[in-house]
């Protein structure tokens, strides 16, 4: 079999198999990054994206042989200190992403070895690292009138950032965002009443989540959205209430708040009556529940987010479309009639339905569930 040098497929993103124990071993987590160094050094394609890389190849040109197995393997966590899992390198450079058989997905053995230091307690800076992943509770906070402009004169303070520096590792000159005096979600426009006109690929009433970082810190991005939105006539409806997406979270590694903030997204959808974030958010639930060892709520879910899908005016929006490698792996896990019993009995289900039980699913214990 001859080696394809590169790739022209569509990328393929495996589910990160967090509730496997072999994901927390450090043997195979340092054997996995220096499988991945290796060919990214004799790639070098993504040198210019970040700063992980040219701290990469600094340190295998630096050491005695200018290969990777001159580089001490204590060293590979400096590289992981410099990503934050931007995702580019996998979406736009890599040539070698799956279905390319070296299967190289540099984010996803970072945030394996960031999860594993979160959960040793190595990281190197575990207070300013907690608090600065709780966006929401800082823009809670720091927002609260006066309080605001205390903190945002604290910020641009020489004397101050100078002292934060020493305590919490925060570089003096380090860009950091202001807080918004006003923030977005009180002092948003309500919709006017447009008519809802769906398009070929797209339902015509948009369900808007803020993130943190709009709300607290740039309000003008959630209202020029607004304005966008009511000159093409499409309205819109804020979510009644918000919570951290659990980006800041997922970046550090602590992969169980970050899931717990993530299926959150579920009931806030659901209670806006988003059809594509139900629908996205019941495959997420099924990949998890695959992962944990229940090829047959995966099947369920993944059967109502099928069901949600198709009542979507149009069809789905192309990157709506389902991730059918878990689906696939499913039904190769439950073979014959049980598979597609229960992928009926989720397509079956009305859409409350399907979100009673993907909200459902989060309480469930890990393992399988009685088959039928």
């Given at each position: 079999m001859?080696?394809r040098?590169?790739?022209?497929?569509?990328p393929?993103?495996?589910?990160?198999?967090?509730?496997n124990?072999?994901?927390?071993?450090e043997p195979?987590i340092?054997a996995?990054?220096g499988?991945?160094?290796?060919?990214?050094h004799?790639c070098?394609?993504?040198v210019?994206l970040?700063?992980?890389f040219?701290?990469?190849?600094d340190l295998?040109?630096?050491?005695?042989?200018?290969?990777?197995?001159?580089?001490?393997?204590e060293?590979?966590?400096?590289?992981?200190?410099?990503?934050y899992l931007?995702?580019?390198?996998?979406m736009?450079?890599?040539p070698?992403?799956?279905?390319?058989?070296?299967?190289v997905?540099f984010p996803h053995?970072m945030l394996?070895?960031k999860?594993y230091?979160f959960r040793?307690?190595r990281m190197?800076?575990?207070?300013?690292?907690r608090l600065?992943?709780?966006?929401?509770?800082?823009?809670?906070?720091a927002?609260?009138?006066?309080v605001?402009?205390a903190?945002?004169a604290?910020?641009?303070?020489k004397?101050l950032?100078a002292?934060?520096?020493?305590?919490v590792g925060?570089?003096?000159?380090?860009w950091?965002?202001?807080f918004?005096?006003?923030k977005?979600?009180?002092?948003?426009?309500?919709?006017?009443?447009h008519a809802?006109?769906d398009?070929?690929l797209?339902?015509?009433?948009?369900?808007?989540?803020?993130?943190?970082?709009?709300?607290y810190n740039?309000?003008?991005?959630?209202?020029?959205?607004l304005k966008?939105?009511d000159?093409?006539?499409?309205?819109y409806v804020?979510?009644?209430k918000e919570?951290?997406?659990?980006?800041p979270?997922?970046?550090?590694?602590?992969?169980?708040?970050?899931?717990e903030?993530a299926?959150e997204g579920?009931r806030?959808y659901?209670?806006?009556?988003?059809?594509?974030g139900?629908?996205?958010?019941?495959?997420?639930l099924?990949e998890l529940?695959?992962?944990?060892?229940d090829?047959?709520?995966a099947l369920?879910?993944a059967?109502a987010?099928e069901?949600v899908?198709?009542?979507?005016a149009?069809?789905?929006?192309p990157?709506l479309?389902?991730?059918?490698d878990?689906?696939?792996?499913?039904?190769?896990a439950l073979?014959?009639?049980?598979?597609?019993?229960?992928?009926a009995?989720?397509?079956?289900?009305?859409?409350d339905?399907?979100i009673?039980e993907?909200?459902?699913s989060?309480?469930?214990?890990s393992?399988?569930s009685?088959?039928?």
């Amino acid at each position: 079999m001859t080696t394809r040098e590169g790739s022209l497929e569509a990328p393929t993103r495996h589910p990160i198999d967090w509730k496997n124990p072999e994901y927390w071993q450090e043997p195979k987590i340092v054997a996995e990054m220096g499988r991945i160094f290796d060919i990214c050094h004799g790639c070098r394609r993504c040198v210019s994206l970040c700063n992980t890389f040219p701290t990469l190849f600094d340190l295998i040109d630096e050491g005695p042989t200018g290969e990777l197995d001159g580089v001490p393997k204590e060293k590979y966590w400096d590289v992981v200190d410099q990503c934050y899992l931007c995702d580019l390198c996998y979406m736009v450079k890599c040539p070698y992403v799956p279905p390319h058989p070296w299967n190289v997905d540099f984010p996803h053995i970072m945030l394996r070895a960031k999860a594993y230091e979160f959960r040793e307690g190595r990281m190197k800076h575990p207070v300013r690292d907690r608090l600065l992943s709780s966006t929401d509770r800082n823009g809670k906070l720091a927002t609260i009138p006066v309080v605001v402009q205390a903190v945002n004169a604290g910020s641009r303070s020489k004397p101050l950032r100078a002292l934060g520096e020493k305590i919490v590792g925060v570089h003096k000159d380090a860009w950091v965002p202001q807080f918004a005096p006003r923030k977005f979600r009180p002092n948003a426009q309500a919709s006017r009443s447009h008519a809802v006109r769906d398009g070929a690929l797209s339902p015509g009433r948009v369900a808007i989540f803020a993130t943190c970082y709009v709300n607290y810190n740039e309000p003008g991005i959630g209202h020029d959205l607004l304005k966008i939105l009511d000159h093409n006539e499409v309205p819109y409806v804020l979510l009644d209430k918000e919570s951290c997406c659990g980006m800041p979270k997922l970046e550090q590694g602590d992969l169980d708040h970050a899931w717990e903030w993530a299926t959150e997204g579920m009931r806030l959808y659901a209670e806006a009556g988003d059809p594509t974030g139900i629908a996205m958010h019941l495959d997420d639930l099924g990949e998890l529940a695959l992962l944990d060892g229940d090829p047959t709520f995966a099947l369920r879910l993944a059967g109502a987010a099928e069901g949600v899908r198709e009542k979507i005016a149009g069809g789905a929006p192309p990157t709506l479309v389902q991730n059918t490698d878990y689906v696939a792996n499913a039904r190769s896990a439950l073979p014959g009639p049980g598979a597609e019993a229960a992928w009926a009995a989720g397509r079956a289900l009305d859409r409350d339905a399907a979100i009673a039980e993907a909200l459902e699913s989060r309480r469930r214990p890990s393992g399988p569930s009685e088959a039928g």
